[in-house]
């Protein structure tokens, strides 16, 4: 196992951090609160899990390793659960105050005070699965019908637990930015509204509820932790979530902030390319990495301003230490907790196990005995037949 993570190709390259604005500008203090007072007041809120890795920190040479296992979130089995269904209450809050004429609130529509009208509003989105759920949890809560649109190599798995929540969903032939370009024009066509996790020029009002909705993982942590974490790793894929998340430590610990690490996967490294360039820039996919939940090859503008100005570090790390991870966590041999998580969830943990074990990556990084990691566990089993391969002992799936 050791062998794996030691021979991993990672790549680093340093972010330019100068902390100003963005992280109170861009996600406003207020924007987090508002998102937090409504979505903890949604019936089945449960503050998801921050599980300590004590035994693998103590292998790695690492004060502590937090883990906050955002599997059980509201039964949807990632973090996303927050963001989709959030944003399609505050796109249906917008549309239904401008409609009635006066300022409706959250509270009336999560009662069912408009579902006639919501009926009448269609939400759409591309997804490569978890923010589809979220969005599609959301719609058949508050009464909306919805679209979702999937790239070719979105699991079957996947798009079942859309269809069992009344989306109708729609797979085409392309990749997942394709599935972008469709749901938007389709949407354009028939008057339907995208809510998208994603933002892009012109368009930030659902991506920022989005990433806002998110803002509840960040309290948790943050509500829970005694000590503030000296480094936080975070994986990629469009950026929503790291954003989210630097900015929330940054709102909450000020000048204490964590070194902000980001992580994606060599086969869509779309962020990491931004870094080297100065400025948001898009990646080609060639090949889909096993970690679904990170194959975009376009950042978030919104998300990129954030990073941009909080992100230290930037790694790429490739497929091959996934499934080694995902086995690591689930089998208890590490002694901690046993945790059961999909190929996105782990990729902050593949990338600080393969950092550890390369003494030059780990001074880059300013790793060593003292370092308190947090890790966001990003989705539990989403698809229990990926998993149920990479237990078995896949390392492709
Ligand atoms: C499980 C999981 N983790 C992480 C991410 C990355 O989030 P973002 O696209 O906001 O960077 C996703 C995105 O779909 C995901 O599904």
């Known amino acids: 196992m050791k062998d794996i993570f030691s021979t991993a190709p990672l790549h680093h390259t340093a972010g330019s951090p100068a902390p100003s604005k963005a992280a109170f500008s861009v996600l406003s203090e207020q924007d987090f609160a508002n998102a937090c007072s409504e979505i903890m007041a949604w019936e089945g809120y449960e503050a998801t899990p921050l599980v300590s890795l004590a035994g693998l920190a103590e292998q790695l040479g690492v004060a502590r390793i937090d883990y906050k296992n955002e599997g059980p979130r509201f039964g949807l089995g990632s973090f996303k659960a927050l963001g989709g269904s959030y944003a399609a209450l505050r796109v249906l809050q917008r549309e239904l105050s401008a409609k009635l004429g006066r300022e409706i609130s959250l509270e009336e529509i999560r009662n069912g005070d408009h579902r006639d009208a919501c009926a009448q509003i269609t939400l759409v989105s591309a997804t490569d699965g978890n923010h589809g759920r979220s969005l599609a949890w959301g719609c058949q809560r508050f009464g909306a019908p919805c679209r979702i649109y999937i790239h070719a190599e979105v699991s079957e798995g996947r798009a079942e637990a859309m269809r069992d929540l ?201 790793l060593d005995e003292t370092s308190r990691v947090l890790l966001i566990g990003s989705e539990g089993v989403t698809d229990p037949a990926i998993f149920e391969a990479i237990m078995a002992g896949a390392d492709h799936v």
């Open 166 to 366: 009344g989306a109708h969903v729609i797979r085409i032939d392309g990749d997942y930015d394709e599935s972008v370009v469709l749901a938007k024009t389709e949407a354009e066509q028939n008057g339907w509204f995208v809510v998208s996790d994603t933002s892009w020029e012109g368009y930030t009002e659902p991506p920022r509820d989005v990433m806002a909705g998110y803002s509840v993982m960040t309290r948790e942590i943050c509500e829970t932790l005694e000590d503030a974490p000296t480094h936080v790793f975070l994986q990629g894929g469009v950026g929503g979530l790291a954003a989210s998340v630097a900015a929330g430590l940054r709102q909450f610990y000020k000048d204490a902030s964590p070194r902000v690490v980001i992580v994606e996967p060599d086969l869509a490294a779309c962020l990491f390319d931004s870094a080297k360039a100065g400025k948001a820039t898009t990646f080609a996919i060639a090949e889909e990495t096993i970690m679904a939940g990170l194959s975009c090859g376009e950042p978030s503008e919104m998300a990129w301003e954030i990073l941009s100005e909080e992100a230290a570090d930037f790694l790429t790390i490739p497929d091959s230490i996934v499934a080694p991870t995902v086995r690591l966590l689930a089998n208890g041999e590490t002694g901690d907790e046993v945790v059961e998580a999909g190929e996105s969830a782990v990729a902050g943990l593949a990338a600080v196990i393969a950092a550890r074990q390369d003494q030059a990556l780990s001074e880059t990084l300013g």
